[in-house]
């Protein structure tokens, strides 16, 4: 199973922005492939990098949510996959009670990292990049970079991994400590199975069809779009914040995009 969120901006300004986040599960056995998502509207006031925060926060909070959901009274022959690090407990982190479930239930929690700029060698290289030229197996997992701290909210062991001989993509993997009675290998060793698939570019395939089930459709985007402009009419403000809109977006527009949400980054918040 994985849990992952996507968030979308519907309109923003130099002060407040109006966002959707779409966040969705994948349950895989076999080729059986069942799935859920849930939408929500955010409005946050607040500089850009403020909002980024805040931001993170909920997307944490929802796939927190959904991963409890989805759980059930799923056994210790069932994987978990999150997208981000092992961090649980406090702002911008995953529910502590998500890796209580886990633990308790004994499920093989892991989470697994798109990119970690914050991994570099004692040359202030990416040290992903560097583990890639040393390495010598077309399949092979660098473990502890380093080893879980739960006082540090971190609860996984930090490690890198290669699990498609065809993909140069490395991969963050934090392996949680609870795991401790299981080798590496064996933990890994069935990613390289729902790796494969030439869509993931070496990303376990369950984590890329939760990425691909967040993504919401841009009918959707302009549902809530127009849904939002109808609350900011009726309640008579919608004037003052377009015009708030037009001091932000010019670059936008002269980028050819009409919408927020044309921007895929989610710098632009």
Partial sequence: MAVDCSTRTLRRANNWGIYLLRVSSADVKGRDVNWNFEERMYTLVGEAYVRRRLLQDARLELESEMGLRILGNSDKNTYLLLDGASYFGGERKFRASLHEKCEKNGIRLLTISKQSPMLRDERGRDFAAAAYMLAEAPTWVYHPIVKANPHEHLYGDVSLMKIWEESQRVFRCDIMAY???????????????????????????????????????????????????????????????????????????????????????????
Wanted: with cysteine; glycine share 4%; net charge negative.
């Fill in 179 to 269: 795991l401790k009675d299981y080798s590496v290998e064996e933990l890994l060793s069935p990613l390289t199975v729902i790796a494969e698939d030439p869509r993931c570019m070496g990303y376990p395939v369950v984590l890329w069809l939760a990425h691909d089930f967040s993504t919401p459709s841009e009918s959707q985007l302009l549902y809530y779009h127009d849904l939002a402009e109808t609350e900011l009419a009726d309640v008579g403000i919608l004037d003052t914040l377009r015009r708030e809109e037009l001091s932000c977006n010019f670059a936008d527009e002269l980028h050819g995009n009409r919408y927020a949400f044309n921007w895929e980054l989610i710098d632009h918040v």
